[in-house]
């Protein structure tokens, strides 16, 4: 095939011709920043080894769901009885986590390690992908490298989160698509059934299977339709067969209930974020824009552009944070790579050439600066909080009972380490209580009797403020208002990002 010769060609002439003084140079180069990439990942799996506290606050609620899962033998709830928590993820990740904990990992670590095997998965997959499209390996080692870099996916790679996974998926389903578009190879199949696992593990991976099928459509109208059908049925005849053994309860929580308000403050964060960590990669993108609309490099492209567009479509939803991020930062590492190969950076850069092509060196190298510096401020801020969540838990752990009666708790890493369960998830509750979603009723009377052996809000209900944020965990009006009448505050604990405030009820004896 022309196209198969024309991809080996940059690798047949590497194995053929000596390497110049430059170029061992630049290889050197990129060893070195390899190696510091190895020593700050490996910080990062240090702490994440270290850190028996959450990570991050949604990594709790997770943790605390397949705990659940674990004991209870249940993961979605009808939200109309108690626990009051939403599992707004896909099952996937909950069953992988569930497994490992009852194989005696903690649950902490259990989602830390899926993590970061799905990280190193990615970081090799972003290489596979580009040396695919351009046989050069100088741009697969340096997809690689832009990939394992990355402070965005080193920190969420190993937090234990759906989202890696999810993203390992997906770039999984490419690469298999990738196969047959530019090999011919059968493997197609594999594709959405990766692209499916992505699904399943995260809902709003849509990205790789939409551009699977735009792809297809470009070429083959007769096969994108049916792909597009087989791929359609069978995730929807799973959802289905999913919901109506719940009962209804596995849409009601990936789906209705995860539909949060949108912030325009949200997504203004969001988007200066993504810019200021990924500015290097998005130069060079920009700058070799025209070279990827031809040839085989429009498909990782079109990929990009709808992975940037379900990011920017989600980026303003209260409770998103960078991991929404993820895996448009992954694809501007391969299409950057992919980029710098159709810009003929490496050759010219080799061969001392006085382009301004060669100048592309410079972007690259801000992009891994900035990716080192906001990583060690990362790993910093992550000992930092983990001695503070230390000192807290000893402080909490009197009033906080593995069993007993209910407890009512913001702190969320509060209740997996020390009840591993959560009976009322104040952050979701109360958006779907202001949304008529959930009867605030069973929770207020309980109050209203002092059912709650011990609730700990990030607030002093007898103080006039009131938190205005949504990204705040707190109560309905009602509710706090039981809290002031039959409450009585106990104590004030310091936490790594607020003080937690002790209630217990006035009267002993009705609980």
Same mark, same amino acid.
């Given at each position: 095939?022309?196209?198969?010769?024309?991809?080996?060609?940059?690798?047949?002439?590497?194995?053929?011709?000596?390497?110049?003084?430059?170029?061992?140079?630049?290889?050197?180069?990129?060893?070195?920043?390899?190696?510091?990439?190895?020593?700050?990942?490996?910080?990062?799996?240090?702490?994440?080894?270290?850190?028996?506290?959450?990570?991050?606050?949604?990594?709790?609620?997770?943790?605390?769901?397949?705990?659940?899962?674990?004991?209870?033998?249940?993961?979605?709830?009808?939200?109309?009885?108690?626990?009051?928590?939403?599992?707004?993820?896909?099952?996937?990740?909950?069953?992988?986590?569930?497994?490992?904990?009852?194989?005696?990992?903690?649950?902490?670590?259990?989602?830390?390690?899926?993590?970061?095997?799905?990280?190193?998965?990615?970081?090799?997959?972003?290489?596979?992908?580009?040396?695919?499209?351009?046989?050069? *390996?100088?741009?697969?080692?340096?997809?690689?490298?832009?990939?394992?870099?990355?402070?965005?996916?080193?920190?969420?790679?190993?937090?234990?989160?759906?989202?890696?996974?999810?993203?390992?998926?997906?770039?999984?389903?490419?690469?298999?698509?990738?196969?047959?578009?530019?090999?011919?190879?059968?493997?197609?199949?594999?594709?959405?059934?990766?692209?499916?696992?992505?699904?399943?593990?995260?809902?709003?991976?849509?990205?790789?299977?939409?551009?699977?099928?735009?792809?297809?459509?470009?070429?083959?109208?007769?096969?994108?339709?049916?792909?597009?059908?087989?791929?359609?049925?069978?995730?929807?005849?799973?959802?289905?067969?999913?919901?109506?053994?719940?009962?209804?309860?596995?849409?009601?929580?990936?789906?209705?209930?995860?539909?949060?308000?949108?912030?325009?403050?949200?997504?203004?964060?969001?988007? *200066?974020?993504?810019?200021?960590?990924?500015?290097?990669?998005?130069?060079?993108?920009?700058?070799?824009?025209?070279?990827?609309?031809?040839?085989?490099?429009?498909?990782?492209?079109?990929?990009?552009?709808?992975?940037?567009?379900?990011?920017?479509?989600?980026?303003?939803?209260?409770?998103?944070?960078?991991?929404?991020?993820?895996?448009?930062?992954?694809?501007?590492?391969?299409?950057?790579?992919?980029?710098?190969?159709?810009?003929?950076?490496?050759?010219?850069?080799?061969?001392?050439?006085?382009?301004?092509?060669?100048?592309?060196?410079?972007?690259?190298?801000?992009?891994?600066?900035?990716?080192?510096?906001?990583?060690?401020?990362?790993?910093?801020?992550?000992?930092?909080?983990?001695?503070?969540? *230390?000192?807290?838990?000893?402080?909490?752990?009197?009033?906080?009972?593995?069993?007993?009666?209910?407890?009512?708790?913001?702190?969320?890493?509060?209740?997996?380490?020390?009840?591993?369960?959560?009976?009322?998830?104040?952050?979701?509750?109360?958006?779907?209580?202001?949304?008529?979603?959930?009867?605030?009723?069973?929770?207020?009377?309980?109050?209203?009797?002092?059912?709650?052996?011990?609730?700990?809000?990030?607030?002093?209900?007898?103080?006039?403020?009131?938190?205005?944020?949504?990204?705040?965990?707190?109560?309905?009006?009602?509710?706090?208002?039981?809290? *002031?009448?039959?409450?009585?505050?106990?104590?004030?604990?310091?936490?790594?990002?607020?003080?937690?405030?002790?209630?217990?009820?006035?009267?002993?004896?009705?609980?």
């Amino acid at each position: 095939m022309a196209v198969a010769s024309t991809t080996a060609f940059p690798a047949a002439r590497a194995a053929t011709c000596p390497a110049s003084p430059v170029e061992r140079g630049f290889r050197r180069g990129l060893w070195v920043a390899s190696a510091l990439a190895a020593i700050v990942l490996l910080c990062y799996v240090a702490t994440m080894l270290w850190a028996v506290n959450e990570l991050s606050p949604p990594e709790s609620v997770v943790a605390a769901q397949s705990l659940m899962l674990v004991h209870d033998g249940t993961l979605y709830y009808d939200l109309k009885h108690y626990p009051f928590t939403v599992c707004a993820y896909m099952p996937l990740f909950y069953w992988l986590e569930s497994g490992l904990i009852r194989a005696g990992f903690s649950a902490a670590l259990a989602g830390r390690c899926i993590s970061f095997a799905a990280l190193c998965g990615l970081i090799v997959l972003c290489g596979r992908i580009v040396l695919l499209y351009t046989g050069d *390996r100088n741009a697969a080692w340096v997809a690689s490298l832009a990939a394992a870099s990355s402070s965005l996916l080193g920190s969420w790679g190993t937090t234990g989160q759906v989202d890696t996974l999810a993203a390992f998926f997906a770039l999984m389903a490419f690469y298999q698509y990738s196969r047959y578009h530019v090999r011919g190879e059968p493997s197609l199949w594999i594709a959405g059934l990766c692209g499916a696992l992505a699904l399943f593990t995260k809902q709003t991976m849509l990205a790789a299977p939409a551009a699977m099928f735009v792809l297809l459509l470009m070429r083959d109208r007769k096969k994108a339709l049916w792909f597009g059908v087989i791929f359609g049925a069978g995730v929807g005849a799973f959802v289905l067969a999913i919901n109506i053994a719940l009962q209804g309860r596995f849409l009601a929580n990936t789906l209705f209930a995860n539909i949060n308000p949108f912030r325009a403050a949200q997504f203004f964060t969001q988007f *200066r974020y993504f810019v200021s960590i990924s500015f290097g990669l998005l130069a060079t993108l920009v700058v070799s824009f025209g070279r990827m609309l031809r040839g085989h490099a429009l498909a990782p492209f079109v990929y990009l552009i709808l992975a940037v567009l379900v990011f920017l479509g989600t980026a303003a939803k209260i409770g998103s944070d960078t991991n929404y991020q993820m895996e448009s930062t992954l694809l501007l590492a391969v299409c950057a790579a992919i980029g710098l190969h159709r810009m003929k950076f490496f050759e010219l850069y080799f061969e001392r050439s006085k382009s301004w092509i060669t100048l592309l060196l410079i972007p690259l190298a801000l992009h891994m600066a900035i990716g080192y510096r906001v990583s060690a401020n990362t790993l910093l801020a992550r000992l930092m909080k983990e001695k503070m969540f *230390r000192a807290q838990i000893e402080q909490l752990r009197p009033y906080v009972q593995p069993s007993g009666g209910l407890v009512l708790c913001t702190d969320f890493n509060a209740m997996v380490r020390l009840r591993e369960r959560m009976d009322v998830e104040p952050l979701i509750y109360k958006l779907l209580v202001s949304a008529h979603v959930v009867d605030p009723e069973p929770v207020r009377r309980d109050l209203a009797r002092g059912a709650f052996s011990t609730v700990i809000l990030s607030e002093d209900v007898f103080q006039p403020q009131q938190f205005k944020d949504g990204e705040i965990g707190t109560l309905p009006a009602s509710q706090l208002d039981e809290v *002031r009448r039959h409450y009585r505050l106990v104590r004030q604990v310091p936490g790594p990002f607020l003080d937690a405030y002790v209630y217990q009820p006035l009267s002993r004896e009705a609980m």
